[in-house]
């Protein structure tokens, strides 16, 4: 099943601009090793001049849940709301009959349509 991992951001934390950029940086080597290694996409990148900037890689639902689980990007989810502002993160499955398909059987089975 494809899905996406999105985070959203802000700004960094007044103080911690310079750790934010490393950071960055450092999330950004990972998934590009992850991406060569054919597990996600290289991280895409969209910044808004206000408001929330994006940051996305797309793969297996698996791939992506196996690379979260590891202890590298565990750290990285704990810095990112440390270092920057508005920081959060989800896994979104990809597609339409991945949603309607499960929530539609769910239905039937409850006998609500």
Do not use: H, N
Request: proline share 4%; net charge negative.
């Amino acid at each position: 099943m494809k899905a996406a991992m999105v985070v959203k951001f802000t700004t960094s934390v007044p103080g911690r601009e310079k750790a934010a950029i490393a950071y960055a940086r450092e999330v950004d080597d990972f998934y590009g090793k992850k991406a060569a290694e054919g597990l996600c996409t290289e991280p895409k990148w969209f910044w808004a001049p206000t408001g929330e900037s994006l940051w996305i890689i797309e793969g297996e639902y698996e791939a992506l849940l196996g690379i979260l689980a590891m202890p590298e990007a565990q750290k990285f989810l704990v810095m990112g709301s440390i270092l920057v502002q508005g920081f959060g993160y989800d896994l979104y499955q990809v597609g339409r009959e991945e949603m309607f398909g499960p929530y539609e059987e769910t239905l039937k089975e409850l006998k609500i349509i």
